[in-house]
């Protein structure tokens, strides 16, 4: 066995489960505030890549200028879609809202193919180039820079949360809505907030992705994985999510690696079976969960 070649397939496959891992994040982040099962995170995080693209590429912004608008016009989208889409469907069937965050989806496609058209982009460069080599294991240097963006998101939101007046707020209304609203806790404010903080992390996933293979309308498609990787770990746990990222980009790489690129959905799909007839709830998931 070829255990450089193993390697190296490896940490880029770690590299792109920590962007599943991220995107994950925002999936958990929603549907433990709102119990919405959100199947547009893919097409916000295409969103986020092209509102990128047209702040760094169409009005030639510096990129840091670019991100932080993309970041800011990321929640204030968040925050539209919550109060105009999503709170007026409080108390409706789970599958009503289901189905809306489907129409969703389809809706922010059309928007960004009228905008910037149907065809892949190439995002401006703004992640390192040089080659990174692990000792004598290459590592795309973009992947170790994605990796490491992803982590430090991941660090900082699990703090913020912990510590933050707003995270305690999120996680007494993910617990109970009931006890959040008797205890004084803004509960709609609450879910308004998950939604910008979710966008906002699903647009710097997009821009991270983007760079590293480029964009185009059908790239929401990403999001089928994120949704894999919220059911193998847990539909309502962060940590589950972080862990199920990693587990199956790195099964993706190596299938691909040593199989063929079309058995990397099989053996995703694959563990996801196993996991639903051993687990139904996810690997760290409550039991309380309810499967449409």
Request: glycine fraction near 12%; proline fraction near 4%; aromatic fraction near 12%.
């Amino acid at each position: 066995m070829d255990w450089l070649f193993f390697f190296e397939i490896s940490l880029a496959g770690l590299g792109t489960g920590g962007l599943y891992a991220l995107t994950g994040l925002a999936f958990v982040l929603i549907y433990k505030a709102t119990r919405v099962i959100n199947l547009a995170i893919g097409e916000l995080l295409m969103l986020g890549a092209y509102l990128f693209f047209g702040f760094a590429a169409g009005l030639a912004l510096p990129h840091w200028m670019a991100i932080l608008l993309t970041l800011l016009l990321a929640a204030v989208v968040g925050g539209g879609v919550e109060r105009l889409f999503i709170r007026p469907m409080l108390g409706e069937s789970p599958i009503s809202v289901f189905m809306l965050t489907i129409g969703l989806g389809s809706i922010l496609i059309g928007v960004v193919e009228l905008i910037w058209g149907p065809n892949p982009q190439r995002l401006p460069e703004f992640l390192p180039t040089t080659p990174l080599f692990l000792g004598e294991a290459y590592l795309s240097s973009k992947i170790a820079a994605a990796f490491t963006a992803a982590a430090v998101m991941v660090v900082a939101f699990v703090l913020v949360f912990r510590f933050w007046r707003g995270g305690v707020a999120l996680r007494a209304t993910a617990s109970d809505q009931a006890a959040a609203y008797s205890m004084g806790i803004n509960v709609p404010q609450v879910f308004s907030l998950a939604w910008v903080v979710a966008c906002v992390i699903a647009a710097a996933a997009g821009m991270l992705v983007g760079a590293i293979g480029g964009i185009a309308p059908t790239m929401g498609v990403f999001g089928l994985s994120v949704l894999v990787v919220v059911i193998v770990g847990g539909l309502d746990s962060v940590f589950g999510a972080l862990v199920a990222g990693l587990l199956i980009g790195l099964l993706e790489a190596l299938a691909g690696a040593y199989l063929g690129g079309e058995y990397k959905l099989l053996a995703t799909f694959s563990l996801l079976v196993v996991v639903l007839m051993l687990r139904p709830y996810g690997l760290f998931g409550t039991h309380e969960i309810e499967r449409l």
